[in-house]
């Protein structure tokens, strides 16, 4: 397990999972709240999960240069963040255009029936 994480299960739970998914959370709400596109979040979580390798290695010893420990927790810290952009930019949608839009899940938003459209 620890072969494929790239870091110690105790590590990548604490660092990764905890606090740089929290630091992906904060971003993704963020970017959300400056309507920046997806793209934009994919860059952000590259470059949490730089941190994340360096803060194992320099904190916890773990190996600097490990591809898979750098791609298995550069992807949790990105989709965490893209859940986070998701989430923000849904309710975003409904809190901004109120009489357009309702909520259809935590994920998404739809157009509200009998909703005023310019045909």
């Given at each position: ?34 309507w ?29 240069l ?15 963040t ?38």
């Amino acid at each position: 397990m620890e072969t494929i994480l790239g870091s110690s299960v105790p590590v990548f739970v604490f660092l990764t999972v905890l606090v740089f998914g929290g630091c992906g959370v904060l971003t993704g709400q963020t970017l959300a709240e400056g309507w920046k596109p997806v793209s934009s979040v994919l860059a952000y979580s590259l470059l949490l999960g730089v941190g994340d390798r360096f803060l194992a290695w320099g904190l916890f010893g773990e190996q600097l240069l490990s591809l898979w420990g750098f791609a298995v927790h550069t992807a949790v810290i990105a989709l965490i963040t893209l859940t986070a952009h998701r989430i923000a930019t849904a309710r975003r949608m409904v809190n901004q255009y109120p009489w357009l839009y309702e909520r259809a899940g935590p994920f998404a938003w739809r157009e509200k029936t009998g909703a005023a459209t310019d045909e």
